[in-house]
């Protein structure tokens, strides 16, 4: 049996990067368990497949709309291959699945082509890919195996022309129409990339408004600018009650103020968020503490050190439930490792950026105007229009803004939206800002260059 001092089940940005920082930080000898491709859900069917698909939709929808406005010409037509472009993404994963391969041979990190199932304190048995079967013994055992769309109990949702993200992402046929069902940050970020296609999409909401965890105002200029810019209809308080084939394509039939709607689409995408992924986690084999491990609706609980109720198990990433975003896993991974070894964590993990990938792109981190309000916060709150900024201009981007709030008292800065060109890049400031206590006029000391997006900050901040 090869013993470990790590043995980690689950290689997605959570998981690979723990075993990094175990094996080069801490210097334990590590095993990475994965029965699928390495990099998990975000590199293989999540954040990279689909922000390479939206950069090469933001690209042709660029052209078409403006390539006479800019001087371009030759851009008239379809002229886009959906096989290409299906290519290029999966050129992209290979590029960046091998360097995590080298990552792992680098850092001596023995990777596991298998099924993970934890059978005990500290023995995992792994059901290689190839076949047969490996067991091995950890001072601690990682559980990192993520997460799978979710399906509702909606009547004619598991049939033949209703998609998850994961077969959306690897879509190469032609498509006139798409219905999505759910308009949180995977379905407009759908929604952008196919109706950037020319793709007549519509987007059906439950709640009251799309993107429902971000600041009110972004959610409203988002519809806004989707059913202006890119003739996406967009229905929320919409409850769906069946999906059925129809001689035109799938119907979607849902309630909208009380009243009955349906609406015909070549495909519907079911785009409700993700639960957590135990399947083979464990089995009859595994030891009783193993089999009642506590959890929660299919999650695993664990506490403040990310330990589960079993010593020297823990758990991280989408499988805890919680924010499920990649560099939370990441941050979670390498914080869980710290506590295995008695360190304090090497991160903040109170102060979690958010970001969606539409166009404009959309960015926020720390509290809202509204989150402050309903604590009792006093707050200012400062806003700066990106109609004014000159690379926005220039670039033609769409409306957006910049928007800051600061205790009312120190100025301290305590959280940041923005929609706007750039928004994912430039919102590591408030960030910055938020950890390290800086005030408006501490960030304000600071010269923006010209002309860039970042202007933009300098301008909210006065």
Known sequence: MEKYDLIIIGAGPGGYEAAIDAAKTYKMKVALIENRQLGGTCLNRGCIPTKTLLHTAALYHEVKAHGEELGLTGTDGDGFDLE????????????LRGGIAMLMKSNKITVYNGTGTVLDRGRVRVELTEGGTEELEG???????GSVPSLPPIPGADQDGVVTSDQMLDWSRPL?????????????EFASVFSSLGVKVTIVEALDRIIANMDKEIGQNLKMLMKRVKGIDVHTKSTVTEIRKGEDGMVCCFTEKDKPVEVTADLILIS????????GLFSEESSEEIRTMKMEKGRILVDSHFQTSVPGIYAIG??????????????EGRSAVAAMNGAEPPVDMNTIPSCIYTNPEIASVGISAEHAKAQGIEIVSQKYPMGGNGKSILSLQERGFIKVIADAGSHKILGAQMMCARATDMISQFSQAIVSGLTLEDMAKTIYPHPTFSEGIGEALK
């Open 139 to 145: 001072s601690n055992i990682m559980i990192a195996t």
């Open 176 to 188: 006139n129409s798409l219905l999505i069902v759910g308009g949180g940050v995977i379905g407009c």
């Open 84 to 95: 290409k472009i299906q290519e290029r993404k999966n050129a992209v994963l290979d590029q």
């Open 272 to 279: 409700i968020g993700r639960r957590a992924y135990t399947e």
């Open 318 to 331: 989408d499988v805890i439930g919680g924010i499920q975003l990649a560099h939370v896993a990441t941050a």
